[in-house]
Nanobody
């Protein structure tokens, strides 16, 4: 059984920074690509960032490129999302998830099989 637990969300002013963490339990964390998604009130869940199992490939939504950085520490079974220059439109519940596609790093929510409970990020203007 895989469990993903996010932390690090909170309230921050526009222009500020937050670092989200996602701690994974279960075996073979280092064998899977991982991703971050977010969902704002009244909107569909959207892709934010993804990272390959080894950490050598990363992908970002255009809306966060240059501001957010995804990384992972396989020794700690943890994936991170560093968020800088936050904007009010970044306000959402952020979820980490495990990508079940082994080779290709997916950006489709349907390809992710385990999800965390989410952590709220609120950016005030």
């Amino acid at each position: 059984q895989v469990q993903l637990v996010e932390s690090g969300g909170g309230l921050v002013q526009a222009g500020g920074s937050l670092r989200l963490s996602c701690a994974a339990s279960g075996r073979a964390f280092s064998s899977y690509n991982m991703g971050w998604f977010r969902q704002a009130p009244g909107k569909e869940r959207e892709f934010v960032a993804a990272i390959s199992w080894s950490g050598d490939r990363t992908y970002y939504a255009d809306s966060v490129k240059g501001r957010f950085t995804i990384s992972r520490d396989n020794a700690r079974n943890t994936v991170y999302l560093q968020m800088n220059s936050l904007k009010p439109e970044d306000t959402a519940v952020y979820y980490c998830a495990r990508d079940r596609t082994i080779v290709v790093v997916s950006r489709r929510a349907a390809d992710f099989d385990y999800w965390g409970q989410g952590t709220q990020v609120t950016v005030s203007s």
